[in-house]
């Protein structure tokens, strides 16, 4: 079956004043796919993600997503992403339902807001204050925002920082839930673990240009055929697997 290409990025570039952030990054995004890109501070992640969304100005090269020009028509290209920041923030005072009743209001829709914290397992929440959430629960309130107009993209630029095991581990079965709905999933990590669990493919960026691209277990593979031998220490469970086998596996207030 061919596969859509849902995102197309070709020679993109950006550079701040001496520093070449972006230097000739191309790769395609698949529909219903999640896609990582990953790499060290500075390796121009974050960059690329914002030309993509719109955020901002493309120097030279193209990106299309769903056969249309970003920087032709950011206008039409808001209504076909969902971007779910690192640090959401919402309005103080406002019940759950509320937000999710504001945020389809700005795209010109009319939703049943139960049914989105549904999604997210924080229906016992929905006449609760933004303000009263733990982190982990604001992190899934902020991606069930991001998708009440009905995306055809989503970005999430390191979606787990800060969350402990339990919590990551939710959230990890929720962004596969987004990408079961054929929606094509961009997002950044550092952690390797998240990306090798979650990510169908991964693009590797360094200094501005993507080193490498393919899929976890292939990336692996590459590595091993050029040499590479560390000790091999052969374990059914980690450390986290402990926690949360002892602390329960139940999504708590998280």
């Given amino acids: 079956m061919k596969v859509k290409v ?44 914002e030309m993509m969304e719109t955020l901002r100005s493309i ?3 193209s990106v299309e997503i769903n056969g249309i020009d970003v920087e032709k028509n950011p206008r039409d290209i808001k209504y076909l992403i969902g971007v779910q920041p690192q640090s959401p923030a919402f309005q103080d005072k406002t019940k ?5 009743e504001m945020f389809a209001a700005a795209y010109g829709e009319k939703v049943d807001p139960m049914e989105f914290l549904r999604d997210v ?11 009263d959430l733990s982190g982990g629960q604001k992190q899934r309130l902020s991606i069930t925002t991001a998708l009440v107009h009905g995306p055809k993209v989503f970005f999430l630029d390191e979606p ?13 079965d929720l962004i596969k839930k987004v990408r079961d709905k054929g929606i094509s999933v ?20 360094d200094n501005g240009k993507i080193v490498a ?10 590595l091993l055929a050029r ?11 980690n450390l986290e697997d402990v926690f949360i086998d002892l602390t329960g596996k139940g999504l708590r207030d998280n």
């Fill in 213 to 222: 691209i393919d899929t976890p277990r292939g990336l692996i593979k590459q």
């Fill in 227 to 237: 040499g590479f031998k560390k000790k091999q220490y052969v374990e059914q469970a």
């Fill in 59 to 61: 120097d030279s090269g």
């Fill in 96 to 100: 759950l339902t509320e937000v999710i």
């Fill in 160 to 172: 787990t920082t800060g969350l402990d095991p339990q919590a990551r581990r939710h959230l990890w």
């Fill in 6 to 49: 849902m995102i197309k990025v070709r020679n993109l570039k950006k550079r701040y004043d001496d520093k070449q952030a972006v230097d000739g990054v191309s790769f395609d995004v698949h529909e219903g796919e999640i896609f990582g890109i990953l790499g060290p501070n500075g390796a121009g992640k974050t960059t690329t993600l």
């Fill in 186 to 205: 961009i997002m950044t990590t550092h952690y390797m673990d998240e990306a090798e669990v979650l990510c169908d493919r991964i693009a590797i960026m």
């Fill in 121 to 131: 397992e924080l229906e016992d929440k929905a006449n609760s204050y933004v303000e």
